[in-house]
């Protein structure tokens, strides 16, 4: 099955920075790479996905971007707000493997 | 659309007794996933359906536990019976295909006293 690594589990960041989240794939056959924000005691939505043609997709402050050959993609926010603060996800396949405990981005102003 | 259903949104019942999660995914959708979410384990995929059919059940604990979707329209999660460590938050989310975004319900929070 699917092996995705994410990193890191924990980010403070100040308002107006950048925050950046990685997830490592093992499935050289995967190619839909979502990620989800849960805000706490809220359910998780999707924010962000990108499929395996592109290499990069933007969204106002967010973006996510692809690197197949090395089996990673990225969640990038710029200019973080407080309400950036959150748990967020970038799950594997949807067979056998979880979600997991995701990367907890606190956001200071 | 009315997005995913669930309910009750909370439950709070005595160790021993029957607990049943029930779940309406969005119409249309053909892919239906029941997840636990708890401090220690994160969100945990229990089982997942697709065109009704139970296709990947191995993150579902133990016996204890049994999911059913009688039709497209409905699912149902049962605990029996219950342990207070079954105590989380159970989500539903549905999606069109298996590689598509998965729609989550509001949860149902679980507590086993």
């Known amino acids: 099955g699917e092996n995705v690594e994410q990193h890191p589990s924990t980010l403070s960041v100040q308002e107006g920075d950048s925050a950046v989240i990685k997830c490592t794939y093992s499935?050289?056959?995967?190619?839909?790479f979502p990620w989800y924000k849960q805000e706490l005691g809220k359910r998780p939505q999707l924010i962000i996905d990108?499929?395996?043609?592109?290499g990069e997709k933007k969204d106002q402050r967010i973006a996510v971007t692809l690197n197949k050959t090395a089996k990673h993609f990225s969640l990038h926010i710029t200019e973080t707000q407080p309400e950036d603060s959150a748990v967020y996800f970038c799950?594997?396949?949807?067979?056998?493997?979880?979600f997991g405990k995701g990367t907890m981005l606190l956001v200071s102003p | 659309d009315a997005g995913v259903i669930q309910s009750p949104r909370h439950e709070v019942t005595e160790m021993g007794q029957e607990v049943t999660l029930r779940c309406k995914p969005i119409?249309?959708?053909?892919?239906l996933f029941w997840y636990r979410q708890t401090m220690m384990r994160g969100l945990e995929l229990l089982i997942y359906?697709?065109?009704?059919?139970?296709?990947?059940d191995s993150g579902m604990p133990e016996d204890r536990f049994s999911a059913k979707m009688p039709n497209a329209s409905f699912s149902t999660l049962k605990i029996q019976p219950s342990e207070p460590r079954d105590s989380a938050v159970y989500f539903c989310?549905?999606?069109?295909?298996?590689?598509?975004?998965?729609?989550f319900g509001d949860g149902t929070r679980l507590s086993i006293l």
């Open positions: 989310a549905s999606s069109f295909e298996g590689d598509q975004p998965q729609h």
């Open positions: 499935d050289s056959a995967s190619n839909y």
């Open positions: 990108i499929r395996s043609n592109v």
């Open positions: 799950p594997p396949r949807y067979s056998t493997l979880t």
């Open positions: 119409s249309g959708h053909n892919s």
């Open positions: 359906f697709n065109n009704n059919v139970p296709i990947d």
